[in-house]
């Protein structure tokens, strides 16, 4: 008698939980989980911001991108995988990705990254920028 094991490896990825930092592996093609520590629900796909958008908050564990002539406002915005702005962003972010602000981007409100690359032509007309690893 033979068996038949699939020998295809799982398809995981890891997440960072944008509540509690706690680090786990989620199916590749999961859109949403619960953090098994903290047991709080994550958003895992990207966020674009297309047109104008007003939210109280953004979280996600992907990215969140505001495209050229887009306009995004929050209180909080936290990102796992970065933030990506073109356009306009109005709130206080926490990203534990890179933060890339373009030429003709314009920023209002803090930031706190590991990384943070500010083209020129960018626009910040305020804010805290808090750069740790």
């Not at 068996?3 to 706690?22: K, L, S």
């Not at 994550?42 to 297309?50: A, G, P, S, W």
């Not at 209180?75 to 796992?80: K, T």
């Not at 534990?96 to 990384?115: H, K, L, S, T």
Request: charge should be positive; hydrophobic fraction near 40%.
């Amino acid at each position: 008698m033979t068996h038949q094991h699939d020998t295809t490896p799982a398809q995981t990825r890891p997440i960072v939980c944008y509540h509690c930092g706690h680090r786990f592996d989620a199916s590749a093609h999961a859109m949403s989980v619960s953090c098994p520590e903290c047991y709080k629900h994550l958003r895992l796909e990207d966020i674009i911001i297309r047109t104008l958008e007003a939210a109280r908050t953004y979280y996600t564990c992907g990215r969140l991108v505001v495209l050229p002539r887009a306009r995004a406002q929050a209180h909080e915005i936290r990102a796992v995988a970065g933030v990506t702005v073109e356009g306009s962003l109005e709130a206080n972010v926490v990203s534990f990705g890179p933060v890339w602000i373009g030429p003709n981007a314009q920023w209002r409100g803090d930031c706190r990254a590991p990384v943070v690359k500010v083209e020129d032509g960018a626009k910040i007309h305020s804010g805290k920028f808090v750069v740790r690893r």
